[in-house]
């Protein structure tokens, strides 16, 4: 391709809605193009690269058995009523009505329409597994759209499904497809790491991210500095403190804490650590109260209470709901004496501590010395609550760190949750109507692509890993007004073709220093520049982008240059 006539356009001036650097760069490379909030146009050269991760998604898939279809984006509302989502999706999900009155929407995940293509041919466990896949463009209507192509509002995802007969095999599969995404992620030469990850809106009860390391990502992640523990904070767990104190259980008291809310306040005025209290807080899970203790000095995990109860949402009370349940103003809740009987959960950090203090479910009043099952007993345990880095990791004696991270990708084990609702099943060996155990797996396709220039820039544009690069070098001759140049410059790109090089060459009538900007900002693996000077020395100088080192090399030695670099790169991890 002629530079001259690739659709796009570099930009000095970027639109101020790109505040991260990988958006920015996507502007200034004339990539994409805004449409509106969170819906963008792909041009030519971000194609390239999306439909360059495709084909590596494609490959991988493929070759581990997968099958490629294509579903419909709008999806009729009644799937969505079969497995329960209709109601509780929220205003993600972006719904709308055809000319009779139906409810559609627009599909933001594909659970319910794959869900309903298998269960129409599914008969005989003989035909299981099933591990289907497409790319496919999704609608969320995300409450704050940003980023560009990393959080969209419209954005092309993969999207894959297994089916199996059992847990077990449904079980390989997932850890197939998690397999599948580290060969896939390797192969775009991206820095990652799998994590332990909550399930959230799509449910199950195991599930990975592959998260890209960037400072940019919403994601913070910790990982142990001795194993290989690593988890999104809303999944992450720390050793318990596992509290027998030894202390002897000392009698209820009723304390006057006037306007002290905070524990911190509270625990000043009554001169004891904030670790001697029971933080009680109310939240609506699935629009029930359930009361949530954890120690004084730690917060709520919202995401582990979510994932604990199954639930579909999970929400802080409002101040009436905690005055009708407590009794109390906001601020006094606590286990003992509560106004009504609701659901209560204790974190494991609080099993077995003695004495310990929390609100009277009366304003203004705090109780002290209380103890569990002799003065509550709490409904369920578990771990509710945020950890840190510098906390100990869970499974061996290392300590946390934290980094953040851009979620490209997730795997989830489903379980049954979609199949036993919309009735997925098959006859199994022993002539039995059985339901089939799904799993799902997505990789967000625009995301990881920009993903891959946050971690690969520098200030003066993008730094291509080579198998995501939309081309793989360019030929930039210098002198356009010189037939020698233009000449030499035209056949180099000609060989570069014929060798299976993805060549392009700037035959824009540009002075060099914009040509080389130009091509640092594009991010070209490999420049290869032509020059009257160099043209008479029979050498042409090679610079590579990722390192900056630039070399001259003989004419008839570029090709076998730039063939070997690329081999290397494409085959590194
Ligand atoms: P997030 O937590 O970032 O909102 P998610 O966990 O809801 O994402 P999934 O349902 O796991 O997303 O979707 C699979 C993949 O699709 C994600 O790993 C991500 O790479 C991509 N993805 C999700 N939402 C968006 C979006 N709004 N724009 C671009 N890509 C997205
Ligand atoms: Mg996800």
Redesign the pocket.
């Known amino acids: 391709m002629k530079v001259s006539q690739i659709f796009f356009q570099t930009l000095k001036e970027v639109p101020k809605e790109a505040v991260i650097e990988s958006h920015r760069l996507l502007y200034r490379a004339g990539m994409i193009q805004k449409l509106a909030s969170?819906i963008y146009n792909y041009l030519p050269l971000a194609l390239r690269s999306i439909r360059k991760l495709e084909n590596i998604i494609r490959e991988e898939l493929n070759k581990r058995g997968c099958q490629e279809v294509l579903m419909p984006t709008v999806q009729p509302s009644e799937l969505w009523m079969e497995s329960g989502r209709w109601n509780y999706y929220g205003p993600e999900l972006l719904r709308i009505k055809d000319r009779k009155g139906g409810d559609f929407c627009l599909g933001?995940?594909h659970e319910e329409v794959i869900t309903d293509m298998v269960r129409k041919n599914l008969r005989s466990y003989k035909q299981l597994p099933y591990n289907l896949y497409q790319f496919q463009g999704?609608f969320?209507d995300?409450i704050r759209?940003r980023f560009g192509?990393?959080?969209?509002?419209e954005?092309i995802?993969k999207?894959g499904y297994s089916f199996d007969i059992n847990e077990e095999k449904a079980k390989e599969s997932y850890w197939k497809m998690y397999e599948a995404y580290n060969a896939i992620f390797s192969r775009c030469g991206l820095k990652f790491k799998p994590v332990d990850a909550a399930t959230?809106?799509?449910g199950g009860d195991m599930s990975h991210?592959?998260q890209v390391l960037a400072d940019a990502g919403?994601?913070l992640i910790l990982s142990c500095n001795k194993c290989g523990y690593a988890a999104n904070l809303e999944k992450a767990r720390t050793k318990v403190i596992s509290g027998i104190d030894g202390q002897e259980m000392k009698s209820l008291n009723e304390v006057h804490t006037p306007s002290m809310k905070a524990v911190e306040d509270v625990a000043k005025f009554m001169n004891r650590p904030v670790t001697d209290f029971i933080k009680s807080m109310i939240f609506l899970v699935d629009n029930e109260p359930v009361l949530v203790m954890v120690p004084g000095d730690r917060e709520v995990n919202e995401a582990k209470i979510q994932a604990y109860f199954k639930a579909d949402s999970v929400a802080l009370a409002s101040d009436a709901v905690i005055e009708e349940v407590t009794g109390a103003a906001t601020g006094f809740a606590g286990p003992v004496g509560l106004k009504k009987k609701i659901k209560t959960a204790l974190d494991n950090n609080l099993t077995g501590r003695i004495n310990l203090v929390a609100g009277a479910n009366r304003t203004d009043h705090h109780l002290e010395n209380i103890n569990e099952n002799r003065d509550f007993t709490a409904d369920v345990k578990g771990d509710f609550v945020i950890v840190k880095a510098g906390e100990r990791c869970p499974d061996c004696d290392g300590t946390l760190e934290e980094c953040r991270g851009i979620?490209?990708?997730?795997v989830?084990y489903l379980g049954t949750k979609y199949s036993q609702k919309m009735n997925c099943s098959f006859v199994d060996e022993a002539g039995k109507s059985t339901v089939a155990v799904m799993g799902c797996y997505?990789?967000?396709v625009?995301?990881?692509v920009q993903a891959a220039i946050e971690q690969n820039h520098d200030e003066q544009g993008i730094i291509w890993p080579m198998a995501l690069a939309p081309y793989e070098a360019v030929v930039l001759p210098l002198q356009m007004n010189k037939d020698t140049v233009v000449k030499a410059s035209f056949d180099m790109y000609g060989s570069l073709l014929e060798a299976g090089i993805e060549a392009v060459i700037d035959d824009r009538d540009e002075r060099a220093g914009f040509k080389f900007n130009d091509a640092d900002l594009i991010g070209y693996p490999v420049q290869i520049a032509f020059g009257q000077k160099s043209l008479d020395n029979g050498v042409a100088e090679v610079k590579i982008r990722k390192t900056g080192e630039k070399a001259e090399i003989k004419l008839e030695e570029v090709v076998n240059f730039v063939r070997n670099f690329k081999e290397k790169e494409l085959n590194r991890g």
């Open positions: 969170g933001p995940t999704k969320r995300e759209p192509l990393m959080r969209g509002r954005f995802m999207d959230g809106a799509i991210e592959f919403e994601d979620e490209v990708g997730q989830f997505g990789i967000g625009g995301r990881t």
